[in-house]
């Protein structure tokens, strides 16, 4: 009896050894399972977020260059407006002295004053939305916006030593800067020459203004049939439109 009990001692144990064994199987299954189930959530995860993140960062791209290329369109714009308002002062005509009253010269003399002081703040509104275009081009990214940037650097370039003597320079860059005090005491037949005279500076860079607003325009439906409303801001890197005119006043800040 005492051998059968221990016959039976062992065969029990045994069997309690492979149940454990068994036991320990399972859990061990589960958990692999478990960990084989989080890891794929966890790939999935950071897959997700990697898209997420891509796609993210496609509409920032989107955003970025709907908004250079509607700078550039308000600039040129801007740069159209005012080189053809000082065209449009050069074509008007003074009456000479030897045919005016006392009077009438006093009259005339105001108007000079007037007309000098109109040219002098469209000239600088000139550089502004220049300076403004010109940066604008570089942020587009396009290869072909850059060809246009040296265009128009070539262009103010060939009148350098003209724009000089009446306080504007050029930098290496290409941007422009005004030295108010020389420019407010050019002569302003000196100012016409350059900014209002058929053919002139004026004229070619809005020619230039023109064909790049009409670039800006026609990338920006483009864009628009692409993204929607998704890609358009009312907002540039220095805030509303406004607020980036301002900041190139105030960049290219006019030296006393």
Do not use: P, W
Not at 32 to 53: D, L
Not at 150 to 179: A, C, M, P, R
């Amino acid at each position: 009896m005492r051998i059968h009990g221990n016959k039976m001692t062992t065969t029990r144990m045994v069997a309690q050894a492979r149940a454990r064994r068994q036991g320990r199987a399972k859990i061990l299954s589960s958990v692999s399972a478990k960990r084989a189930t989080n890891t794929g959530t966890s790939a999935n995860s950071k897959t997700g977020s990697y898209q997420s993140a891509s796609t993210s960062s496609g509409s920032m791209t989107q955003v970025k260059k709907y908004n250079a290329y509607t700078q550039m369109q308000e600039y040129a714009e801007g740069l159209s407006t005012e080189t053809k308002a000082l065209l449009k002062i050069g074509t008007t005509t003074q009456t000479k002295d030897t045919e005016l009253t006392e009077e009438e010269k006093k009259a005339q003399e105001q108007k000079a004053a007037d007309e000098k002081t109109t040219v002098v703040s469209e000239i600088q509104k000139v550089v502004n939305y220049y300076n403004g275009l010109y940066d604008s081009l570089e942020d587009t990214g396009s290869s072909a916006n850059r060809a246009f940037q040296t265009q128009l650097k070539n262009t103010v370039k060939g009148y350098e030593k003209k724009l000089k003597e009446i306080g504007i320079s050029i930098d290496k860059t290409g941007t422009l800067s005004v030295t108010e005090k020389t420019l407010k005491n050019a002569d302003v037949e000196d100012l016409k020459e350059i900014f209002c005279k058929k053919d002139g500076l004026s004229d070619k860079l809005a020619d230039k203004a023109d064909t790049l607003k009409a670039n800006a325009s026609t990338t920006l439906k483009v864009m628009n049939k692409l993204y929607g409303t998704s890609a358009s801001s009312n907002y540039t890197k220095y805030g509303t439109i406004s607020d980036a005119y301002a900041y190139y006043k105030s960049r290219y800040s006019y030296r006393g």
